[in-house]
């Protein structure tokens, strides 16, 4: 069986002693462009893999945006619990006065 349109495109047709069983214009051509569309398509993995890699870290930074704020609101209640705590403890400065 003979070689692929793309493995025959590849060749060095510099050369002038082909044989009408080597390949023909035509099927160069459609090796060539077979390569060209392989080629394309491997360019499009890596753009769709960093489309993708930037899709994860957006929701995971809007995770963690939002388990800060949360954070942040429990800490804030928090605070204000002990500040209630103290003004109930007899004696204290921070009672009224």
């Known amino acids: 069986m003979g070689r692929s349109y793309v493995e ?6 510099c050369s002038a002693g082909l ?5 023909n214009y035509q099927e160069v051509q459609t090796g060539a462009l ?3 569309a392989a080629a394309t398509e491997a360019m499009a993995k890596n753009y769709v893999q ?3 890699d930037n899709e994860w870290l957006k929701r ?7 388990r800060v704020d949360s954070l942040e ?10 500040t ?3 003004k109930r403890q ?3 400065d921070t009672g009224k006065k």
């Not at 025959?8 to 047709?13: A, E, R, T």
């Open 19 to 23: 044989t009408e069983h080597e390949t």
């Open 8 to 13: 025959k495109s590849k060749v060095n047709w």
């Open 34 to 36: 077979q390569r060209i």
């Open 84 to 86: 209630k705590l103290k």
């Open 73 to 82: 609101r429990s800490n804030a209640a928090l605070r204000g619990v002990i």
């Open 50 to 52: 960093l489309q993708n």
């Open 60 to 66: 995971s930074r809007q995770s963690y945006m939002d």
């Open 90 to 92: 007899p004696g204290s």
